[in-house]
């Protein structure tokens, strides 16, 4: 379950044509990655020992500040459309969403 789709939000509206928001468990918080439909998942390349815990530690590293979203192009979001479905599985799953260490600093 770790490297697979915890749950799958189709998306509307010309910047999220043809994408999904597919939330992963990652440190044991959610974590929602914004996939295009006619691509490969990233929890399809667990086959190939790419795991989506992998992909979110390696987008992480590349950001200044980590974050609970990911859009296509690896960047962190801020939608508030998209943090609400992140906090509806949030919510319907039990999981925590991901906080960044700058916000768990001040949220603790």
Same mark, same amino acid.
């Given at each position: 379950?770790?490297?697979? =789709?915890?749950? &799958?939000?189709?998306?509307? $509206? !010309?910047?999220? !044509?043809?994408? #999904?928001?597919?939330?992963? #468990?990652? %440190? +044991?918080?959610? #974590?929602? =990655? =914004?996939? /295009?439909?006619?691509?490969?998942?990233?929890?399809?390349?667990?086959?190939?020992?790419?795991?989506?815990?992998?992909?979110?530690? *390696?987008? /992480?590293?590349?950001?200044? /500040?980590?974050? +609970? @979203?990911? $859009?296509?192009?690896?960047?962190? @979001?801020?939608? &508030?459309? @998209?943090?609400? @479905?992140?906090?509806?599985?949030? %919510?319907?799953?039990? *999981?925590?969403?991901?906080? &960044?260490? =700058?916000?768990? &600093?001040?949220?603790?």
């Amino acid at each position: 379950m770790i490297n697979d =789709v915890l749950a &799958s939000h189709p998306l509307r $509206g !010309k910047t999220f !044509k043809d994408c #999904v928001l597919n939330v992963y #468990v990652y %440190e +044991a918080a959610l #974590v929602g =990655v =914004v996939e /295009h439909t006619q691509y490969r998942r990233i929890c399809d390349m667990n086959s190939f020992g790419f795991t989506a815990q992998d992909y979110i530690a *390696w987008r /992480h590293q590349q950001q200044e /500040h980590p974050a +609970a @979203l990911i $859009g296509r192009d690896g960047r962190a @979001l801020n939608y &508030s459309e @998209l943090r609400r @479905l992140l906090y509806q599985t949030a %919510e319907e799953s039990g *999981w925590p969403v991901f906080r &960044s260490p =700058v916000e768990a &600093s001040f949220l603790d």
